[in-house]
């Protein structure tokens, strides 16, 4: 089964709030990748962590890796509508090159 | 630049009939996948490749066999389907693992009834 738990499930803001999305492992994780899925669209890739610690930032979105690389977060600053849809953490999972996904956080935003 | 493309992008099946999906990626890329999405699952590999000529199972690889004869090519097959694979299958490849980001394909709509 999957190793990383994405947290919360939903979650509905108003336009403006702001919204953070949690991706959780048991295990150490090598890398770890987001991706947005827009609704009736295809998972699109966002960014990419490796560092321990690391921090990225992409305008309103800020990435974060934590230092033991267990758990990784995905925070947006005041949400606009066009950030709708299904965000997805993603990692390899052992050598052979699976690419395992979390179940991903619905993200509505009411205008 | 086509990326990823997967055809059929829409079909419906009785059940036990059979059909194959494709994927063809035109970026050279080494691996690639197959998921399946349903609701509330997120996204889960039934199979991948790592290369021409190799295929390896996934999390949920019963009732689905794969085939990479051709780098650029990648075919998802169910050989008697079943209303429980009723899903959205996505095909995706990347460069290698562990470095780069993934394509994802446009996703086929499959209803088996």
């Known amino acids: 089964g999957q190793q990383v738990m994405q947290i919360p499930q939903y979650q509905h803001v108003q336009e403006g709030e702001d919204f953070t999305t949690y991706c959780n492992s048991s295990?150490?994780?090598?890398?770890i990748q987001w991706y947005k899925q827009r609704p009736g669209g295809h998972p699109v890739f966002l960014i990419q962590?490796?560092?321990?610690?690391e921090v990225k930032k992409q305008k309103r979105l800020t990435f974060q890796f934590g230092e033991a690389k267990k758990n990784s977060s995905l925070h947006i600053t005041a949400t606009q509508t066009t950030d709708v849809g299904t965000y997805f953490c993603?990692?390899?999972?052992?050598?052979?090159?699976?690419?395992?996904f979390g179940k991903g956080t619905k993200l509505s935003v009411k205008p | 630049n086509a990326g990823v493309t997967q055809t059929p992008k829409f079909r419906v099946l009785k059940t036990g009939q059979s059909m194959t999906l494709l994927c063809a990626q035109d970026?050279?890329?080494?691996?690639m996948y197959w998921y399946r999405q349903d609701p509330g699952m997120g996204l889960r590999l039934i199979h991948y490749?790592?290369?021409?000529?190799?295929?390896a199972k996934g999390e949920v690889p019963d009732g689905y066999n794969v085939s990479r004869l051709k780098k650029q090519n990648f075919l998802l097959g169910l050989e008697s389907a079943a209303p429980s694979q009723t899903s959205v299958y996505f095909c995706?490849?990347?460069?290698?693992?562990?470095?780069?980001?993934?394509?994802f394909g446009q996703g086929t709509r499959l209803t088996v009834v």
């Open positions: 995706a490849s990347t460069y290698y693992t562990g470095g780069t980001e993934a394509f």
């Open positions: 295990t150490t994780l090598s890398n």
């Open positions: 962590l490796v560092k321990s610690g």
């Open positions: 993603g990692y390899i999972r052992g050598s052979q090159g699976n690419l395992i």
């Open positions: 970026m050279n890329h080494e691996y």
């Open positions: 490749s790592v290369g021409e000529g190799t295929t």
